[in-house]
């Protein structure tokens, strides 16, 4: 829905509506993505300091989705693909767009252990994108051309509409809203995340294909907007950033553990080939992702609670947007009186 103004998750508050909900353990936060049944819609990033094959294998175990980071030795992922197949895992992993022939190669080689493959470049709108899609979706070996295609990332309308044309099965949007994304920065270009989200989702439920919402989350308000404005999936990466399932050590600073985290485009992950356009930083050590994991679902239940939405579907239908001034940040934003008590 094209507006004059252009909206970030801080920008609005879904509005609370009747509700005959008596315990927010009765509200389903479950959803089938591209015939994956999932008990939660969060998909952990595939960043290199985020989703590795623990990760992958610790979101499956809590009815969430990992997709396998790109960013180290193809021999290496191979092994860990075929792993994480032999332990009855579906494996979606990532893939870039420099050599497409010897992507389509990498494709071929792990074909009967993968279920789906996601191209991952920053600018998804790119003619590369369209033919590598083409490339394994065209091809004639039926174990490459069955197999479900994520793409991105994109933000606006066209994006999603060329996406969907070239065959993308689903399709990541968000450019430039990362935590450690600084293209905005850099480049000048994005879409505020919360009005790419509603653009992309009126486009994709016209086409029947899912969006995910990547980046941008910090914290489960924003994972109901994400979720209330018409996104399928949620992609988070900095609120996992630190946790024990997550690829890298930990080392200290100042007698406090931390580990590493950055974003893609950062000189870290890229060299110095490119203008940096990321972050390459530590967060604190936080310990398991399940208790992450389950405070974003008992948030998203919350919210669907207020609008009276037992379902993802119910929701995502009953909530309403209000546009909020900048003082609303102040209001929302927790406030402790400090008193202090007389001795005498």
């Known amino acids: 829905m094209p507006s004059e103004y252009y909206y970030t998750f801080d920008d609005v508050l879904i509005t609370p509506a009747y509700s005959e909900i008596e315990s927010r353990q009765d509200i389903d936060t479950s959803t089938d993505f591209l015939g994956l049944p999932l008990k939660i819609p969060i998909i952990s990033a595939n960043m290199d300091y985020i989703t590795g094959p623990k990760m992958l294998a610790t979101m499956h175990s809590l009815g969430g989705l990992g997709i396998l980071h790109r960013f180290y030795p193809w021999d290496q992922q191979k092994d860990d693909i075929i792993a994480l197949y032999e332990q009855d895992i579906s494996v ?50 039926g174990s490459i051309s069955d197999k479900k295609v994520i793409a991105g990332n994109v933000a606006t309308l066209e994006g999603v509409d060329f996406l969907y044309q070239s065959g993308a099965d689903a399709i990541k949007v968000g450019i430039g809203n990362g935590s450690v994304c600084t293209t905005r920065t850099v480049a ?42 018409g996104a399928n999936m949620v992609m988070i990466g900095n609120l996992f950033a630190g946790t024990d399932e997550t690829p890298g050590g930990t080392f200290f600073i100042n007698n406090k553990q931390f580990k590493r985290y950055r974003g893609q485009a950062s000189f870290g992950s890229n060299g110095d080939r490119y203008v940096k356009e ?65 001795a005498e």
């Open 92 to 141: 979606i992993f990532s893939v870039g767009v420099r050599d497409l022939k010897e992507t389509l190669e990498h494709v071929k080689e792990v074909s009967q252990y993968v279920y789906g493959i996601c191209i991952d470049v920053a600018h998804g709108h790119h003619k590369k994108v369209a033919d590598l899609i083409e490339l394994i979706k065209g091809s004639v070996e």
């Open 188 to 229: 000048g270009i994005g879409v505020p995340q919360l009005s790419a989200i509603l653009e992309c989702a009126a486009m994709s439920d016209e086409m029947k294909i899912p969006i995910i919402a990547d980046g941008g989350i910090r914290h489960s308000g924003d994972l109901a907007k994400a979720i209330a404005a």
């Open 278 to 342: 990321g972050i390459d930083g530590v967060v604190p050590v936080k310990g398991p992702v399940a208790p992450i994991l389950h405070q974003l679902q008992a948030g998203l239940r919350s919210s669907m609670s207020y609008v009276g939405a037992r379902t993802i579907e119910e929701f995502q239908i009953k909530a309403k947007f209000v546009e909020v001034s900048s003082h609303t940040l102040m209001e929302n934003s927790t406030r402790v009186t400090e008193v202090i008590l007389d």
